[in-house]
């Protein structure tokens, strides 16, 4: 259950980065604006649910666990990627993207 708990917040977090991506590709006029922008604030508004909910989650979950779960982020900022920001998959992402499958599931049993 808290292994979920912990996913989740892995998803939010890389949520959040996909969107600060798409920010970023557009122009604004000024620095100001560019930093405080409402797809700005809500991707550093996903940051935080994603640090509040992994905190939860550490509760539970011994910290071994983190760094292998959150390398799962590289997968879902891949499928967010592909999705959202109409990115390309190559043969070496998917190929990576496998390995820490695998490399999650042999930590996990």
Sequence with gaps: ????????SVLISSLSQVVLKKSASKKYPSIIAEYLNPQVIFA?????????????????????FGPVLESLSYIFV????????KEKVTKKGLVGMALIIIGVIVFAL
């Design 44 to 64: 550093y508004a996903l940051f935080f649910i994603a640090t509040l909910v992994t905190v939860y989650a550490f509760r539970y979950i011994p910290l071994s």
């Design 78 to 85: 891949g499928i967010l990627s592909v999705y959202v920001l």
């Design 1 to 8: 259950m808290y292994l979920l708990i912990f996913i989740a």
